[in-house]
C-alpha cells in the first residue's frame, strides 16, 4: 500500500513549492501544494486468479500559488510535468486524469489556483 504521507512527500521532494500539505488546511500560505485523495468511482479491480501485483491511489494536488495569473500559470505546468515523471522502486507510473493543470480561478483572497488530478500506479509488497 501507498498513503497518502508518502505522496505527499514525493511531491515536497519535488523542490518546486515553498509548502506542501495534505488534507484540509485552512491558512494555505502562497507557493503551495495540497495533497489530497481524490473521490472518484473506479470499477473495483482483481486480477484473474486473485494475484494483484498492482494497486492505484487516486490523488488530486491543489496548486496554491500567488496573485499572478502568469507565475502561477506556469508554476501549476511545472509541477505538471514534475508529476508525469513521478517513479520510484514503489510506484510503477503515474497517469495524468487532464492534458494539462486545470485552472479554479482564486480563491477569497485573489490567489490564483490550479488543480491536477492524476493516479498512482504502485507496486504491491509481495507475500
Do not use: C
Amino acid at each position: 500500500m501507498i498513503t497518502l504521507s508518502e505522496i505527499r512527500q514525493i511531491i515536497e521532494d519535488l523542490g518546486l513549492s515553498e509548502h506542501t500539505y495534505m488534507g484540509n488546511v485552512d491558512n494555505k500560505k502562497d507557493k503551495s501544494i495540497g495533497v489530497y485523495g481524490r473521490r472518484s468511482i473506479s470499477a473495483f479491480k482483481k486480477a484473474v486468479g486473485g494475484n494483484d501485483s498492482y494497486n492505484i491511489k487516486e490523488v488530486s494536488l491543489l496548486i496554491h500559488w500567488n496573485k499572478s495569473p502568469g507565475q502561477s500559470e506556469t508554476a501549476a505546468y511545472d509541477i505538471f510535468n514534475a508529476v508525469q515523471s513521478i517513479a520510484s522502486e514503489k510506484i510503477l507510473f503515474v497517469k495524468l486524469a487532464n492534458n494539462e493543470p486545470v485552472p479554479i480561478g482564486t480563491d477569497k483572497f485573489g490567489i490564483y489556483e490550479y488543480l491536477i488530478d492524476f493516479d498512482v500506479y504502485y507496486r504491491l509488497e509481495e507475500v
